[in-house]
């Protein structure tokens, strides 16, 4: 049974997590099927969000091409090969989308948008406390950033309808990890925004 829940507009932001063409294109460069699915449901509900008065931010996943050249351990290329390069239209927010002048667009170089960004700063300015989190992938970025927020004291809600996943048992495990460790998962029609 699903129960509403209300978020006061001006304490949330709604955070699309690397919604760019090299996950959700099928010419992507790490394609994944269940990315591209979800633009749409995120799209619908980042309009709804944005009509309510809620602060819209994406994060984008971009690598410049030497990022893991001295790396001593930590190399994305090593495990997925590169992607998302710096400058590149694999690293560009997916065309369905409507990124806007107020909207934040935050840059990263890892699975955290929280790591070596302004994010933290940006929210806690503008005194947001609730996160709606969805994009892709879930037991990538998604989850990470939103460990992350839960870590900062941020409330994380995962939007399950809305969080893409290379396998479905990938976003079943991202997702349960999330409510037992950190943060809570609903549909985005429970959502509620006044």
Known sequence: MSTSLSLTPDRTAIVVVDMQNGFCHPDGSLYAPGSEAVVDPVADLVERAREAGVQV???????PPEQF??????DEFEQ????????????????????????????????????ETQLEGWLEARGIRDLVLCGTLANVCVLHTGGSAGL???????????????EDDHKEYALE??????GEVTESEDLVFE
Request: hydrophobic share 40%; aromatic share 16%; net charge negative.
């Open 152 to 166: 900062r004291d941020f409330r994380p809600l995962l939007v399950e309808d809305c969080i893409g996943a290379i």
């Open 80 to 115: 997925w090969g590169e992607h998302v390069l710096e400058g590149s239209w694999d690293a560009e927010i997916v065309e369905e989308l409507d990124v806007r002048e107020e909207d934040l667009v935050v840059e990263k170089h890892t699975y955290d948008a929280f790591y």
């Open 57 to 63: 931010v994406y994060t984008r996943d971009v690598h």
């Open 69 to 74: 050249d001295d790396a001593h351990y930590y």
């Open 177 to 182: 990890h999330a409510e037992w460790l950190f």
